[in-house]
């Protein structure tokens, strides 16, 4: 069974950090690359940032540049995404979502997980 399980999120005050996590299982990790997205209230989904398992090339939307960051431990087959700096426009449930190869856009991802909420206090 594939499952993607995003964790980490929470309640944080403007300039604080986050750091979410998405562990995959029933895929072949390696293959895959792994993107964050979020989704605010009343807003489309968007793409936060990805990263390409294969070759670690790494992808992220100009409004998070310099402040979020993505890695991944293949070995737990886990992709991360550390969020410093954090702003109340940040706010979004954020979810994690594999393709196989290339980065996923919103609506051609193979799996997604459930979404993890992020809440940002100014």
């Known amino acids: 069974e594939v499952q993607l399980v995003e964790s980490g999120g929470g309640l944080v005050q403007a300039g604080g950090s986050l750091r979410l996590s998405c562990a995959a299982s029933g895929f072949t990790f390696d293959d895959y690359a792994i993107g964050w997205f979020r989704q605010a209230p009343g807003k489309e989904r968007e793409g936060v940032s990805c990263m390409r398992n294969s070759d670690g090339r790494t992808v992220y939307t100009d409004s998070v540049k310099g402040r979020f960051t993505i890695s991944s431990d293949n070995a737990k087959n886990t992709v991360y995404l550390q969020m410093n700096s954090l702003k109340p426009e940040d706010t979004a449930v954020y979810y994690c979502?594999?393709?196989?190869?290339?980065?996923?856009?919103?609506?051609?991802?193979?799996?997604w997980g459930q979404g993890t909420q992020v809440t940002v206090s100014s």
């Open positions: 979502a594999a393709r196989l190869e290339t980065c996923p856009i919103s609506y051609d991802a193979d799996y």
